[in-house]
């Protein structure tokens, strides 16, 4: 036999070795909670508005609409309710939402 099966990996395994490669460990919470913000937030606003980073203890959004905007200020208390019970290590305890392409704003 020319390769034996501990000669191969997933591919979950594999994309792991890469970022934990690639990406600055202090990063890995953040893409952790982007991979996971579906479930948090649910599929309307995860279809709508994206994580882009997290600064001082503040997750930053961006919507790609003023009306989705709005949505994730009528829904923070449960988004961040949610965040810190799933990603408590992250210590969110701000959410900041800006309109794609436009300026950022405190909410």
Do not use: C
Not at 53 to 75: C, F, S, Y
């Amino acid at each position: 036999m020319l390769f034996e099966k501990k000669d191969f990996k997933y591919a979950n395994e594999l994309i792991k070795e890469l970022i934990d490669k690639l990406i600055p460990s202090e990063k890995h919470d953040y893409y952790k909670l982007s991979a996971g913000w579906r479930e948090i937030v649910g599929m309307d606003i995860a279809l709508n508005v994206f994580p882009r980073d997290i600064e001082k203890k503040t997750l930053i959004l961006e919507a790609n609409h003023p009306g989705w905007h709005q949505e994730v200020l009528m829904r923070k208390k449960g988004i961040l309710k949610r965040i810190r019970k799933k990603y408590s290590e992250l210590e969110i305890r701000e959410i900041e939402v800006f309109i794609g392409g436009g300026r950022r704003d405190s909410t």
